[in-house]
């Protein structure tokens, strides 16, 4: 899962899947951080990928090429965050582009440019505004998210500084994907690539513009989460391996994580469901709280 840590900010990161009217499957993800800024001056012009290293994303994770589009609008008055009020005039933001076409399974940018006008009646207040990506004629399947952008022209108010002390200071932004990934028939006795045989792997998507190294390491089951039916701890956590404990991507680029699963040569774990976990995260000793759960089948 993204997670995007900011001193001005925190997660907001959804997903969307439907059939489409063809069968094919449509799927859409806004990745953008709970962006915060303070001491807005009216009459700049601020572009939040400079001033708050926060590209506007958006992942195509279906089948189909889609045209999106990035709007601005007041959100609901219970949306409004403590000490913000909706923003009088959502055309104080922009997009640029304002729709683009994404292919399938793949990534989409944006800028959100803000200008608030030169009023001295402004100063001191604290706004927030929804922005929502959707795509396009696409009918009763048309797909949207919103996220959330507050500023404030001055310092921000004291529940933000609150907010800011209990968040680590540390600017992540990447997101692990599939939450779950089941390789069944899986031999005993032998290694098992399940990237070239399952045709499954974990995928990393850095969303920022510089390189990104992500540590990964196989761990056992956390009793937090509820195993499936059928499913147990597996024996031994070294039976799974990470092809490469560290995965550098470029940015604003996916790269893809493959796993080897060796099971003993022996009889009693044929038949057998094991279930353990992957976890990511930085050199800097930040780990991911929402590890990939990996469920394993074996032959009979």
């Known amino acids: 899962m993204r997670r995007k840590i900011l001193p001005l900010g925190g997660l907001v990161g959804l997903m969307l899947m439907a059939p489409s009217p063809g069968g094919a499957v449509i799927g859409l993800g806004a990745r ?5 800024l303070e001491n807005v001056t ?7 990928r400079e ?7 958006v992942e195509n994770k279906g089948d189909e090429d889609v045209e999106v589009e990035v709007k601005f609008s007041r959100p609901a008055r219970t949306k409004l965050a403590k000490d913000y009020e909706a923003i009088p005039d959502p055309g104080w933001f922009k997009a640029v582009p304002g729709k683009i076409v994404i292919g399938s399974h793949s990534l989409g940018y944006f800028d959100v440019l803000l200008t608030v006008p030169e009023d001295p009646a402004l100063k001191g207040k604290h706004y927030q505004v929804t922005a929502t ?6 009918g009763l ?9 507050r500023f404030s022209i001055g310092p921000g108010p004291e529940s933000v500084q609150a907010e800011k002390k209990k968040k680590a200071m540390q600017q992540l932004d990447f997101d692990v994907s599939p939450s779950e990934m089941y390789v069944r028939d899986v031999p005993v006795g032998r ?3 399940v990237r070239k045989e399952a045709k499954k792997s974990i995928r990393i998507a850095n969303y920022a513009p510089d390189p990104l190294a992500v540590l990964m390491t196989v761990g056992p089951w956390d009793k937090v989460y509820p195993l499936p039916e059928g499913y147990e701890p597996i024996p031994d956590v070294g039976w799974i391996k990470v092809q490469k404990a560290t995965v550098t991507i470029a940015g604003e680029a996916i790269g893809l994580a493959g796993l080897d699963v060796r099971i003993p040569d022996d009889p009693q774990w044929k038949g057998r469901r094991f279930a353990a976990m992957v976890r990511s995260g930085l050199t800097t ?3 991911l709280d929402a590890p990939v759960k990996v469920f394993v089948e074996t032959q009979k």
Do not use: E, S
């Open 32 to 36: 953008f951080g709970d962006v915060i």
């Open 42 to 48: 009216p009459g700049k012009l601020y572009d939040l």
């Open 51 to 57: 001033v708050a290293h926060v590209p506007f994303v």
């Open 133 to 138: 990506a959707a795509m396009v004629g696409t």
């Open 141 to 149: 399947f048309n797909v949207g998210i919103d996220n959330r952008i």
């Open 191 to 193: 290694l098992y690539d």
């Open 285 to 287: 000793g930040f780990w």
